[in-house]
């Protein structure tokens, strides 16, 4: 078990490096894996708080709001007082951002097929099938 641990964290690494450099390099987002995915949340769910968001990034508030602060520069979140309580801010997507987010999952899904496309069909369903049996 423990050598085909080592194999799986090699292995894990250097996919997750080498999709990540793909990812970066192809896109031409200008947005950060982290704020890829508070987009992608926001997309989900409609709204969270800084706090909230912090708590899913498992990071401090005060690093979500430098990522929340470049993305509202460039208009894809909008932030928004809770008409109940006004101390609380509410963070969304704009429509610019869902936009954005759409094009970043097309170049995202380029990179990826481009990738998986190594993989016989056969290989490729056992791939997804393991996948899915761990997220269980």
Known sequence: MDSYLERLQNAYETTVRKLGNDLLSRSELG?????YYILYLLSKQGFFTVSDLAEKLEVKPSAV???????YKINLVKRDRDESDRRIVKIGITSEG????ERAKLKRNAVLKDHLSRLDDEELQSFVAIFE???K
């Open 31 to 35: 947005v950060t894996r982290s704020q």
């Open 65 to 71: 709001t430098v990522m929340i602060d470049r993305l």
């Open 98 to 101: 869902i936009q954005f987010l």
């Open 133 to 135: 049996k761990i997220a």
